[in-house]
C-alpha cells in the first residue's frame, strides 16, 4: 500500500530477541514506503543520518515529550509542524519499543530527540486478544502507525486508501497464533518466522520489505 509519509520503524536488536510477536515488521511488509532499522546507536547510523541530513525531508519522531504535538487533536493540522513546506517529504520514525525503552533510545541520540516530535492519543483501545497491554493508551506498533496515518489523512498530509488492510492483518495473524496454540506446545516459534507472518496475512511467500 501507497503513502507519502515515510515510516522508519526503529528497534534495538536486542529487543527484537525479546519479542513474542512482531506487529512492526507486520507493517512493513504492507506499506511500501517504509523500513525497519535495527541498530543501538541510532544518531549514528548511516541510514537514519541520510534520511535526517535531507534536505527534501522533513523528518519527526513519535515521541510524547513536553512540547509534543497532538496529532489526534481534530484541530490538527499542517500549520503546526514548525518550518513545513508541502514539497517536503514526511518521514516519521517511531521507536518500536516499550515507551521505558523508547525513551532511553531518545535520551541516548539527541539528534533523533531535537526532531519534531509527535504524540498521539488512541482514538480506541488495544485490538490486542493475545497479550494484555500495560496501559489502556498503549497500541500495538501496527495500531499505532494505523492511526498515524488516519490523523495525517485527516490534516491532509498523506492519503490512507484502504483503511482496514494493516488491522485485517493484525487479526489474521492473531487468529493464525489462536490456532496454532491449540495443536502447538510452542506457538511463537511459526509465528514469529516471516514465512509464518506472510501466511497469516495473505502475503505471498516471496513478499520482502528492503529498507
Not at 531535537?114 to 490486542?128: D, K, N
Not at 489523512?153 to 489462536?178: C, N, T, V, W
Request: aromatic share 6%; proline share 8%.
Amino acid at each position: 500500500m501507497a503513502t507519502r509519509c515515510r515510516v522508519v520503524l526503529l528497534m534495538h536488536p536486542h529487543e527484537f530477541k525479546k519479542r513474542k510477536s512482531n506487529t512492526g515488521i507486520l507493517t512493513c511488509l504492507h506499506l511500501a514506503n517504509s523500513e525497519y532499522i535495527f541498530a543501538m546507536d541510532m544518531d549514528n547510523h548511516p541510514r537514519v543520518r541520510s534520511l535526517i541530513d535531507d534536505p527534501a525531508n522533513y523528518c519527526l519522531v513519535l515521541y510524547p515529550g513536553p512540547a509534543a504535538i497532538d496529532i489526534s487533536a481534530t484541530d490538527f493540522t499542517a500549520s503546526q509542524l514548525p518550518g513545513f513546506n508541502p514539497e517536503r517529504r514526511l518521514v516519521l520514525f517511531l521507536v518500536d519499543a516499550t515507551w521505558s525503552l523508547a525513551h532511553k533510545l531518545l535520551r541516548d541520540n539527541p539528534r533523533l530527540k531535537e526532531l519534531t516530535q509527535l504524540r498521539l492519543t488512541p482514538l480506541e483501545p488495544s485490538r490486542y486478544r493475545i497479550k494484555r497491554q500495560p496501559k489502556p493508551f498503549c497500541l500495538s506498533t501496527l495500531e499505532t502507525v494505523h492511526e498515524i496515518l488516519l490523523a495525517f489523512e485527516r490534516a491532509g498530509l498523506d492519503s490512507y486508501p484502504d483503511k482496514q488492510r494493516l488491522l485485517a492483518s493484525f487479526h489474521a495473524m492473531q487468529d493464525l497464533q489462536i490456532r496454532a496454540a491449540a495443536v502447538c506446545r510452542n506457538p511463537r516459534r511459526n509465528s514469529r518466522s516471516p514465512a509464518g507472518l506472510k501466511a497469516a496475512t495473505g502475503l505471498p511467500a516471496d513478499a520482502t520489505r528492503e529498507g
